[in-house]
């Protein structure tokens, strides 16, 4: 009895270990997916703007150069200026798609892969945004992510000071909604301490991507050609 014991709690440990690292990999695969998606929608919106350029899995820059290149940004006149951004809907719709088909999907697996879509999605907004919002307040310097360069922007066409800060604050209001969604339809099955324990591995899912992206963004560039 004592083994069978033993042996039960044993392949418990193991189920939980390769959830853990399913979990990981699922998430650290979607985060590059999106990222990639996200700078593209930079590279998009110069592109209709008439601006050449470069884009791979985290910065844009001068057209066929990378980001290892010290002269990589010499030309580049950045989309962050002005309100025609692709790069941040795009990640905010793909939070809010994978939170309503994480609410209708019927699949176990269709649901993992839509909450997978949803939370990191989400992440990639929350994180950025309050550092626009929390550093200035804290240090007093700016803290520059594209819904800050979309807020300078707003600010020079409304006139409006404060409206720096709206394109972060609305961000930050959608991701909240999406994470607290998704909660929400979590806790019947998962205690709040495991809600917070796979939060936690996808944030660290999320600081490993950024390693990997960095390497990637040396090596996968798209160039965005204006004819």
């Known amino acids: 009895m004592g083994d069978s014991t033993k042996s039960s709690h044993l392949n418990e440990e193991t189920s939980k270990r390769v959830n853990i690292i399913r979990w990981c990999i699922l998430c650290i695969a979607v985060f590059l997916i999106s990222i990639f998606i996200h700078e593209c929608g930079h590279g998009l919106s110069n592109?209709?703007?008439?601006i050449e350029c470069s884009t791979g899995f985290n910065r844009v820059g001068d057209i066929y150069?990378?980001?290892?290149?010290?002269?990589?940004?010499?030309e580049y006149n950045s989309v962050s200026d002005s309100l025609l951004d692709f790069g941040v809907p795009a990640t905010l719709l793909l939070a809010i798609i994978g939170t309503?088909?994480?609410?209708k999907a019927e699949g176990e697996k269709s649901r993992i892969v839509a909450l997978a879509i949803a939370a990191t999605?989400?992440?990639?907004?929350?994180?950025?945004?309050?550092?626009?919002?929390?550093?200035?307040?804290?240090?007093?310097?700016?803290h520059n992510e594209?819904?800050?360069?979309?807020?300078?922007?707003?600010v020079k066409v409304a006139g409006v000071s404060w409206f720096v800060y709206l394109p972060a604050l609305l961000s930050i209001f959608i991701s909240v909604i999406c994470i607290v969604c998704l909660y929400r339809k979590l806790k019947v099955k998962m205690s709040i301490k495991k809600f917070v324990h796979y939060g936690s591995l996808t944030l660290f899912s999320f600081f490993v991507t950024m390693v990997i992206a960095?390497?990637?963004?040396?090596?996968?560039?798209?160039?965005?050609?204006?004819?």
Request: glycine share 4%.
């Open 47 to 50: 592109s209709l703007r008439e």
């Open 146 to 154: 594209d819904e800050f360069g979309t807020g300078l922007a707003l």
């Open 65 to 74: 150069k990378y980001p290892k290149e010290v002269d990589f940004r010499a």
């Open 121 to 142: 999605n989400s992440i990639m907004r929350l994180i950025p945004c309050v550092l626009v919002v929390m550093i200035p307040l804290l240090t007093g310097k700016i």
């Open 214 to 227: 960095n390497i990637l963004d040396n090596i996968i560039r798209i160039n965005w050609i204006v004819r």
């Open 100 to 103: 309503v088909v994480f609410y």
